[in-house]
Each structure stands twice: as structure tokens, then as C-alpha cells.
């Protein structure tokens, strides 16, 4: 089923992200009857809601400090050449090194050469969405570098060989049970799904691999352009590991990540927990300025920085640069009611959810995604909880505008709402067509004043739920023998 | 005060009942009501669907329709949100007309709105018919209009005989979204009977809300799966506090 991709009329083009599931309406039918997902769904991105406001209202101006971080990255990316090239000149003055990568496949090439050029064998990587974005792991293995996840999460996955499908929390599609299966085939273990036995598991056998290893990947939360440092937020403590341990640290990051001056980083800490999870900092915020100094008893011998477009700069240069604002935080799929039934695999590729929904057209082109900015009921809850104040559904809105414009839109729905819209205009018209629906939708409906089947197009709304039969006098109508009944009366 | 009233064709065809109870609870709060009869839609399914074009058109008809009224009030609360959110943008490039739009979306308020930052109402001293437990579903397009559920939940609370319970994921979207309802229904509709079910948990008789799109998906849920409790429009459960407390002072 890869008909969005592969249609007659959208010639196959290159794209900036991977795409794992692209048939959205298959994967949405079977996710929205999949009562177990929304049941643990609820239980984690629901109640991660819950703690973001929650830990959010403890500020004093939780709504000024959004608008702040907001301000902060509007700043940076309107004068995003200069912030990169003051990055870039830091990061040298502290001994590491930096890259431009055009594409993730450039980006991958350069970590490959990396890797091979210090003879690099094992790599352990710290969780990093933007590697997902290059499919980094297949790379390295082609290349014959062995990548070995690190991040809980991400370890599962990567040994069931799945993918992730939630920003920050990107096993949260597994429950217990099904974790233990798959660390009882891969450790060949007895089974168990007591989490914390499971994570012991996945401790013991990393930590005694972290050793082994001869590079360390990470990806970059935050680059501060003023001091050369790249800061990295986690909770499990494998991102000190992965920077700390091996010989060589690479960094990978989207361009979009740079922020100006250690002075903004509170700004940014305050809010990436609290909107990520509720909690008033991660476990582990590092700040990496270079690697080992001379004199020095720890710490890598070498550091490098990939900075990479892979599409971004398209995006930056049109009308969606606000959406390169986004910190990566989550809270916008743990707000989002689509989500919360459908799950991150729905969307297809590595960006799951409202931003989602976003940054997938834009960066592999609206009619490869054709679904994604129409599947949103645009109630605003993204909105809200977005610590960078994206207006996530304007922007949808604005991208159904630009299909409409670039004729990916049907031809009968273009005709549906320029018919409709005109109908409207003219007070005949408008009456008409309320007549018209009333007596045919009275034809249908039952005694019990509700109708069960509606006919093409609206199917799918009875399939769900009864459709309201309308009574047989308008508003209008009512209105008019009201007011008729108080002139009688006087 | 004057007031008109901007109906919005869903509860011009759907829900009558709902206009008049605006009608008559805003007269009952001594605004003199006023209905132009030329009105049709806000234009917002043409431009949630990505067409401005078509939206812009039915703006200039409303901005005319409504030129002379001082306040427009209208129980839904998405079809306001469409007004204040959208119309001004939709006139970026023709400053004449922008200015109309910003005149007029200055004087647009959705209905609890408009009770209780213009009228300031106090609904004590109002009595329900009977005793009712009431639950309150938060419409998303409040968020638009920059409002939470809090006054609407206080308006209830206030009438005598009325139970307020918390729903759970009271700020959750029903699935409406106008024809994402239709077009991703089946997510819609996962969405909708979430909704139902944490209804039925609050015990409630009545679920409360303030936009007609989230009345007829909730209710057509409720019926489907034969929920113990109806969906009412905030005005419907006013307007009928109001006619039992009339009736009883007159008796």
C-alpha cells in the first residue's frame, strides 16, 4: 500500500524524512479501534498533560516565559546565518569540529567517515530524534559499524526492530508484557514484565557495552552560539555515558537548534521538562563545551558537530519558519485528542502528532502527505501546551490552503465548497438548501427523531454515531411566530 | 441594551430551541433581541478547509448583515472564534474593508461571553424545574475566543438546583471539527465515545456545552450507544430556570 506515494500524478521525489507507514487512513482505521492503545495512551501522554499544566502553573508567568522562548527562537532564526557561523568559530576555539550536512544522507556519510577514519567499530548512541530522521543505525550498519542504542527506549526498539512513535517517549506503543517478549528472545532470558527487572536487564547489559565502545553519538537539545556548548537534557543518564565514555563524541543536530548566549538556556530549561513531563528539570542537563583539554584526565579525545538542513532551510525561507521554533518537547501529541487515539505510527514518518502533522508535508511535500494537515479537528490544544507558541493549527489551516491552491485538493470537494460558499451568499439560496437538507434528511429519519445512516458523502459520520433529524420548523420559523404571538398579545 | 443575534445555520436547522432559549434569556436580562433575517454562515468550513476566497465572501455578507447592530451574540462558540480569530487577516490587503471587520468583531460575543463580561449576570435567585447533576464539556474553540470553562461552570453552579460534577478530560475534543467529523470518522469517532464514556461516569443527567457542532456529535454518540444522559446548550438549561422562576413568581 504505498499508493501516496508512488501515484501517477506525484512523480516520486527524493524525501528529507524516512516514511515507515504511509497508507494513514489503514493505520488510522486499525489504531482507532485498538481500545488497549487508547488505554495506554491515557495512562502516559494523558496524565504527562496533566503534569505539564500542573508544573507549568507553579511559575509565576508560566503563558510570559512561552511567549519569551517564542521571542527567543523567532530572534534566532531570523538571523539564523549569523547565530551557525558564531556556533561554528566557538566550537573550533574549544577544540571540536564542524560539519554542514545539505541531506541526512550527507549527514550519515560524514558520521561514517568519522567513525571510520578513527576506527570506530562500536558506537553508542544517546536518544536523538534527528538520527531517526537520518536513519543514522542503518548507515552505520551498512558501513559495518555496529550502533548500539542506548536510551531505554530506544534500546527496544532498536533490537525489535521497531521505530519509534512518540517524541520523547518512543516505546510508549509497548506495554510491560510485550517488552518482556522481546528481551526474552533477544537475551534469550526467561520472561518476565516487571519494569524494573526489564530495565535492569537493559542495564547491566549496556553498561558493560559502554566500555567496549570507541565513539559515542548524541544529538543536541541546545547549541549556544555564544559559547561554543552544546547542551544535552535527559533522564536515564546514558547521554553522559555516550559523551563522556568513548574516545569520540559526535553530536548531530537540525539546524533549527542553535540558541544565542548561555543567558537564554534558563529560558528553554524551564520550560523543555515541564512541557515534556511535568517535571521541573530532566534528571541530566549537560552542558558540553569541546572535548578533553590538554592536562585533563577524562572525557572524549575528539568532538564533532554535524549541523544539518536536510530541508529545513526550504522551510526557514517560507512562510512556515515559525514552525522550526520546535524544542522537540512532546507536549503537543500529550495534548493532542488525535493523538491520544491513533497513536505516533499513524503519522507515518519519525515526527509524530500535531508538529507532526506539520513538518512531514513540509519537508517531504504535501502530496506525499495528503492526510496529515486534514487530520486534526483543530480544537487548539497543541497550541497551547507548545512551549514556543507554534500556532500548530493555523498552520494546518494554511496547508490545506496551499493543496487547494496546488490542486493536490479533489475536484468534487473544490466544487463541494465553492458551491456551498456561493449558496450562502444569497439569502434564496441559503433558505433553499436548508429546506432541501430538512426535507431530505425528515425522509430518512427515524420516529425517534434521530437518523441512523446518512448517505454518501456523510457515511462515516453514522458509522459512529446517530445524526440529528432536523425538527420540522427552522429557527426562522419559530422565531417568527414568537415574535407574531408578543405583537398579538400587546 | 440591543442586542442581535447571529444564529448560525447549524442551529438555524438543527436546534431551534437553542436560538429561541438565547432569545429569551437574553430578554429575560432586559436586552431588547433583535434576529436579522438575512444572515447565513460565518464562512468557517470554507476556511478551516483551506479556502479563504470563499470564506472572505461570506465575511462581507456577514460584516453587512450585522453593520448596525451593537452586539452580535451567538451560542456557539466555534462560529465566534471564526469571526474574532480569522476575519480581520482575511482583509490584510484591502484596509477599507479590514476596518469594518475590526469594528465589527469588537462588537461579536459568544453567549456566556457576553452574560457575564458584558451583562455581568448573577443566576441566583433563578431555579431549575427540578433538581439536575449537570457535567460541563469544554468547547475547543473557547480557546479561541482566549476562554476557559470557568464561567460557564459558575453560571450553573449558581442556579438553584443545580449539581455541578467534574467530567474527566473535560478539555478533550468530542471529534466534531466540522468535516473531519465525516472525512476521519473513524478517529472522530473513537474521539466521541471516549467523551460518552467519561460522561456516563460522572453520574450526570445532563452534559453541558456551549457550540452546537459538539451538541449534535456528543448527543448523536449518546444516542447511539444509549448513554444515561442528554446534551444541552448552556442557554436551553437557563431559559428553563428562567421560565420555572417567572411561573412561580407569578403563581
Known amino acids: 500500500m504505498t499508493s501516496t506515494l508512488e501515484s501517477p500524478s506525484s512523480p516520486k521525489r527524493r524525501m528529507s524524512l524516512p516514511v515507515f507507514h504511509p497508507d494513514f487512513m489503514t493505520e488510522a482505521h486499525t489504531a482507532s479501534a485498538d481500545a488497549g492503545l487508547h488505554a495506554a495512551l491515557d495512562n502516559s501522554v494523558t496524565k504527562k498533560d496533566y503534569g505539564r499544566r500542573s508544573s507549568l502553573a507553579e511559575l509565576p508567568d508560566a503563558d510570559g516565559l512561552r511567549q519569551l522562548a517564542g521571542d527567543i527562537k523567532r530572534h534566532t532564526l531570523d538571523h539564523l546565518d549569523y547565530y551557525l557561523e558564531l556556533l561554528e568559530r566557538n566550537i573550533i576555539k574549544h577544540g571540536g569540529k564542524v560539519y554542514f550536512a545539505a541531506t541526512r544522507e550527507q549527514a550519515n556519510d560524514l558520521i561514517v567517515n568519522i567513525a571510520q577514519r578513527t576506527g570506530s567499530k562500536l558506537v553508542v548512541k544517546s536518544k536523538s530524534m534527528v538520527s531517526e530522521e537520518t536513519e543514522l543505525n542503518d548507515a552505520l550498519i551498512a558501513a559495518g559499524i555496529e550502533p548500539l542504542e542506548t536510551d531505554l527506549g530506544e534500546f527496544i526498539l532498536q533490537v525489535d526492530h521497531d521505530h519509534p512513535t512518540h517524541i520523547v517517549m518512543p516505546v510508549i506503543h509497548k506495554n510491560a508484557a510485550e517488552i518482556g517478549r522481546v528481551f526474552e528472545r533477544y537475551f534469550k532470558t526467561p520472561f518476565t514484565d516487571n519494569p524494573q527487572e526489564l530495565a535492569e536487564m537493559a542495564r547491566v547489559y549496556l553498561r558493560n557495552r559502554f566500555n567496549q565502545a570507541d565513539m559515542g553519538i548524541s544529538g543536541v537539545n541546545f547549541a549556544i552560539a555564544e559559547t561554543g556548548s552544546i547542551v544535552l537534557c535527559t533522564n536515564e543518564g546514558n547521554g553522559r555515558m555516550c559523551t563522556t565514555r568513548p574516545r569520540i563524541h559526535v553530536a548531530l543536530m537540525g539546524m533549527e537548534k542553535v540558541i544565542p548566549s548561555l543567558d537564554d538556556l534558563p529560558v528553554f530549561l524551564k520550560l523543555l521538562a515541564r512541557s515534556a513531563s511535568g517535571q521541573a528539570l530532566t534528571q541530566y542537563t549537560n552542558i558540553i563545551t569541546g572535548c578533553r583539554r590538554p592536562g585533563e584526565h577524562d572525557g572524549p579525545e575528539e568532538f564533532h558537530l554535524i549541523i544539518m538542513d536536510n530541508g529545513r532551510a526550504k522551510i526557514l525561507a517560507g512562510e512556515y519558519r515559525d514552525t522550526l521554533r520546535c524544542i522537540r518537547c512532546g507536549a503537543c501529541l500529550n495534548a493532542c485528542p488525535i493523538y491520544r487515539k491513533v497513536g505516533g505510527r499513524t503519522y507515518g514518518s519519525v515526527y509524530p502528532g500535531p508538529i507532526g502533522a506539520l513538518l512531514t508535508p513540509l519537508f517531504n511535500g504535501l502530496e506525499n502527505h495528503k492526510h496529515l494537515p486534514h487530520a486534526s479537528s483543530l480544537c487548539g490544544a497543541c497550541f497551547e501546551a507548545c512551549p514556543v507558541k507554534i500556532n500548530i493549527p493555523e498552520f494546518l489551516i494554511k496547508l490545506r490552503k496551499d493543496q487547494v491552491e496546488q490542486g493536490i485538493t479533489t475536484a468534487p470537494e473544490r466544487i463541494i465548497f465553492k458551491l456551498w460558499s456561493w449558496g450562502l451568499r444569497h439569502g434564496w439560496s441559503y433558505r433553499l438548501g436548508q429546506i432541501a437538507q430538512r426535507v431530505m434528511m425528515r425522509s430518512i429519519g427515524n420516529k425517534d427523531g434521530w437518523i441512523k445512516k446518512l448517505p454518501p458523502p456523510a457515511q462515516g459520520w453514522t458509522a459512529h454515531r446517530d445524526f440529528p433529524m432536523p425538527p420540522k420548523h427552522d429557527f426562522r420559523y419559530v422565531y417568527k411566530q414568537y415574535r407574531a404571538i408578543q405583537q398579538r398579545g400587546k | ?251
Open chain 2, 1 to 251: 441594551m440591543k442586542v442581535s443575534l447571529f444564529v448560525t445555520c447549524l442551529t438555524d436547522l438543527f436546534a431551534p430551541d437553542v436560538g429561541m432559549a438565547v432569545v429569551k434569556t437574553l430578554e429575560h436580562f432586559g436586552c431588547s433581541v433583535d434576529f436579522p433575517t438575512a444572515q447565513t454562515c460565518c464562512g468557517q468550513p470554507a476556511f478551516n478547509n483551506g479556502f479563504p476566497a470563499e470564506a472572505r465572501a461570506l465575511a462581507v455578507k456577514m460584516i453587512d448583515v450585522f453593520h448596525d447592530a451593537d452586539y452580535i451574540v451567538t451560542p456557539s462558540g466555534s462560529c465566534c472564534a471564526m469571526i474574532r480569530d480569522h476575519y480581520i487577516e482575511l482583509f490584510h490587503d484591502d484596509p477599507d474593508q479590514r476596518k469594518l471587520a475590526e469594528d465589527f468583531v469588537a462588537r461579536c460575543y459568544e453567549y456566556v461571553e457576553f452574560l457575564t463580561k458584558i451583562l455581568k449576570v448573577d443566576m441566583t435567585g433563578l431555579t431549575l424545574p427540578k433538581d439536575e447533576k449537570f457535567t460541563y464539556h469544554f468547547t475547543c474553540h473557547l480557546r479561541g475566543l482566549g476562554a476557559t470553562g470557568e464561567p460557564a461552570i459558575r453560571l450553573l453552579k449558581q442556579l438553584g438546583g443545580a449539581q455541578f460534577t467534574e467530567l474527566e478530560k473535560s478539555e478533550q475534543c468530542c471529534g466534531f471539527g466540522g468535516t473531519f467529523a465525516i472525512k476521519y470518522s473513524d478517529i472522530s469517532g473513537a474521539m466521541v465515545r471516549d467523551k460518552v464514556e467519561c460522561g456516563v461516569k460522572t453520574g450526570a443527567q445532563t452534559m453541558i456545552v456551549n457550540d452546537g457542532g459538539c451538541a449534535m456529535n456528543i448527543g448523536g454518540a449518546c444516542h447511539r450507544m444509549e448513554a444515561p444522559f442528554r446534551v444541552r446548550h448552556i442557554a436551553q438549561v437557563i431559559a428553563a430556570a428562567v421560565e420555572h422562576t417567572a411561573g412561580a413568581n407569578v403563581s
